[in-house]
């Protein structure tokens, strides 16, 4: 199947730092990439879907200038955690599904797992 | 989106078949039913997805009946490495369409 690539895997960071978190599709073109996150026993949250070349689309409840979301091409779309707190630690994963599918299967990124100390 | 019910968690010995069941009451027409797999500190992992009867894949199968209201996933002789949380997702999905996970089903396959 299709690969979803995400990096950093993990990253640890201080307080207060900004960290950007990049998620590319490899072997397919992707319009819209969504972004979700997934805290330690739960089920994955829907934060934002990000379309390429407009603005991301923000889930109720997500700070869309805290988590800005750029998808510049039709192969990437990063999720900057701005000012991130110890809150924000989380494992946060991409998805996208190739351009001109129907059946809505998502390819999922492995994931990156955020620790703001 | 219909909202899914999965039970919360199962176990099951290694080589047993196991058959996850979700309920999906409010499925419109157009929905797919479709299974992730999701391993600890890893992305969803698709397993399998279908509309009605039967869908047999080299991993699992699944049941939907006539009237589409539930399904169950059918894992044949799990071993060990099958331990993971199972995703039951219902949607009329197109490439702009995100999946909205349920809590999904922790599945412990013991020795």
């Known amino acids: 199947g299709a690969v979803v690539s995400q990096h950093p895997s993990w990253v640890i960071c201080k307080s207060g730092t900004s960290v950007k978190i990049e998620c590319r599709s490899l072997?397919?073109?992707?319009?819209?990439m969504f972004w979700y996150r997934q805290f330690p026993k739960q089920s994955l949250m829907l934060m934002a879907t990000?379309?390429?070349?407009?603005?991301?689309?923000?889930e109720q409840g997500v700070e869309k200038d805290k988590f800005l979301i750029n998808h510049a091409s039709l192969t990437l779309s990063t999720l900057t955690v701005t000012s991130a707190h110890p809150e924000d630690s989380s494992f946060y994963i991409c998805?996208?599904?190739?351009?001109?599918?129907?059946?809505?299967?998502?390819?999922f990124g492995e994931g990156s797992r955020l620790t703001v100390l | 989106l219909a909202k899914t019910t999965q039970p919360i968690s199962m176990d099951s010995y290694e080589g047993q078949e196991v058959n996850i069941t979700c309920s999906h009451n409010?499925?419109?027409?157009?929905?797919?039913i479709t299974w992730y797999q999701q391993f600890p500190s890893q992305g969803p992992r698709f397993i399998i997805q279908g509309y009605k009867t039967k869908v047999t894949n080299e991993v699992a199968s699944l049941f939907i009946p006539a009237d589409r209201k539930s399904s169950t996933l059918s894992l044949p002789r799990v071993s060990l490495s099958d331990t993971a949380v199972y995703y039951c997702?219902?949607?009329?999905?197109?490439?702009?369409?995100?999946?909205?996970f349920g809590k999904g089903t922790r599945l412990s396959v013991i020795a």
């Open positions: 072997d397919f073109q992707a319009t819209t």
């Open positions: 998805s996208a599904s190739a351009q001109g599918a129907n059946t809505g299967e998502l390819f």
């Open positions: 990000s379309n390429e070349g407009s603005k991301a689309t923000y």
């Open positions: 409010n499925i419109a027409t157009n929905d797919y």
């Open positions: 997702l219902v949607g009329g999905f197109s490439g702009n369409t995100p999946l909205v």
